[in-house]
């Protein structure tokens, strides 16, 4: 439920439960009042009882009575009767004067009202001389007097000074204070429970948010922060919570990347000293004259331009390595069939299949072209390093390479492995051979030839650059296969 439609909501039902409240009470009100729940007029009839006319109507009544206590001849009058009448209208009373049971005479716009049969019987002793009554729907307040026209012959006669209520409209004008008073507090109530409602769904809510601003501020990006809505509100705590957690992988990875900076400079140094050691140690012995015959110095001077090869060589593929990281070794891509890609770089290295007496076998070769997109020069450098450790590391007898090219058609590559059945790579060693600088050299072959550590970690960025994946697959004694895909070119297909 959005925020919008739920503020809507609580406003609606303010007003709705104010007015039911509202009404309720004023029903309750009546009934307590009357004791009748079935009806709120009997509520008008004990007010009225008491109090059915005004002071300017108490006067004329009180005039009208005198009349009929000294002089009730005159209450036969018309034009007496018009008169007072006419002050009745000025204050929106009618009169009524009864002779036996007759209407002698009725203000003129009472007459289609039919008080006949609704008018009270005589009471000569006048013991109920304000009231109320109820001529068909109607609801009329009065007060009332009995007399005799003439005691001798016992002519009965009443007036009526009588005025028609509203009982609602009264009732707001008597109830006005309390009913005033009943409201303002429903609303205070309701607003009080919309502002919990507001606070526990909104504001706080928000605290939280900003509470944790304060902790990011402060560098604890470790507490998490829980959506209780999917409002608003909700998804801003989610986006908020999303952006934390992203910072802080952020973090670990910058502080990841120092640790790999730190870790680089340190395999430099290591993998540089060795060298250096190595040259530093035959200048000296020319220089202190150990290389004495040609023969020697010679021995000293190859050793010494082997060890500076190694040096530059690691040097080119570290700054290879670096450009590749930072992505800032372009790749010049082309169509190409993957096959005779392959085929083509590892038919470069039959000497050096021949010279070592490696046999080279072919395996699960396409029918057909399978074409990608490649950088040439830079997949020729990934087969020459996985053809290289192979060869460097298979010491026992026979010595063989396998290649195998697969066009895997339901996940849309070409699988390329290079397997070897060398001495393996043992099991707490094969997750990290891609790592840089790292050497599984004693797991596959004590006392062979040390590398720079990077050829796979170069092999890894040349293939992902590609859009492909790089694994290896290695048993102990058994042999080691790298295996590498890259994506098949959709509209070749």
Do not use: C
Request: net charge neutral.
């Amino acid at each position: 439920m959005s925020i919008r439609f739920r503020l809507l909501f609580s406003l609606t039902s303010v007003v709705i439960v104010s007015v039911t409240l509202f009404m309720l009470a004023a029903y309750l009100l009546s009934v307590a009042a009357t004791g009748d729940y079935r009806s709120v007029r009997s509520f008008y009839t004990i007010h009225y009882s008491l109090h059915p006319l005004s002071e300017e109507e108490e006067n004329i009544f009180l005039d009208l009575k005198y009349l009929a206590k000294h002089d009730p001849v005159k209450l036969m009058e018309p034009a007496l009767l018009k008169d007072y009448d006419a002050q009745l209208k000025m204050v929106q009373a009618g009169l009524l004067v009864r002779k036996d049971d007759e209407l002698l005479y009725a203000t003129p716009n009472m007459k289609e009202t039919d008080f006949a049969g609704a008018l009270p019987a005589y009471e000569m002793g006048n013991y109920r001389i304000r009231e109320t009554m109820n001529v068909g729907s109607r609801f009329f307040a009065y007060a009332k007097f009995d007399f005799y026209f003439n005691a001798a012959q016992k002519e009965k006669g009443s007036i009526f000074v009588i005025r028609e209520r509203s009982p609602f409209a009264e009732l707001v004008r008597q109830m006005l204070p309390v009913l005033v008073g009943l409201f303002a507090l429903i609303v205070l109530l309701t607003g009080i429970v919309l502002y919990r409602y507001v606070t526990r769904k909104i504001v706080l809510p928000l605290e939280g948010l900003r509470n944790s601003a304060e902790r990011i501020k402060e560098g604890d990006l470790t507490e998490e922060l829980r959506a209780t809505s999917k409002d608003e509100v909700g998804q801003l705590i989610a986006s908020f919570d999303e952006m934390r957690r992203r910072l802080q992988e952020s973090i670990r990875l910058q502080l990841q990347y120092e640790e790999n900076r730190k870790g680089l400079l340190s395999n430099i140094s290591h993998d540089l000293r060795t060298p250096i050691t190595t040259i530093k140690g035959y200048a000296e012995g020319i220089r202190d004259g150990v290389a004495r015959t040609p023969e020697k110095l010679d021995q000293y001077a190859r050793a010494i331009h082997t060890r500076a090869s190694d040096m530059e060589r690691m040097v080119e593929e570290l700054f290879y390595y670096s450009k590749l990281d930072l992505n800032k070794e372009p790749f010049t891509f082309e169509e190409t069939d993957a096959a005779a890609l392959v085929r083509g770089f590892v038919d470069e290295h039959a000497i050096d299949f021949e010279r070592a007496g490696i046999a080279v076998e072919w395996e699960s070769m396409p029918e057909k072209p399978v074409f990608v997109r490649a950088d040439r020069e830079k997949l020729k450098r990934v087969v020459r390093n996985l053809l290289g450790n192979s060869i460097k590391f298979m010491v026992s007898e026979p010595k063989q390479i396998t290649v195998g090219i697969r066009a895997d058609d339901p996940h849309n590559q070409v699988a390329v492995m290079i397997a070897d059945n060398g001495p393996g790579i043992q099991a707490e060693a094969l997750p990290f051979v891609f790592d840089r600088f790292y050497r599984a050299d004693d797991s596959r072959t004590p006392g062979s030839g040390g590398g720079s550590g990077l050829g796979l970690a170069i092999a890894k960025q040349i293939v992902e650059g590609h859009g492909g994946t790089i694994t290896a697959r290695s048993e102990e004694g058994q042999g080691t296969a790298i295996y590498f895909t890259l994506p098949i070119l959709q509209k070749r297909r």
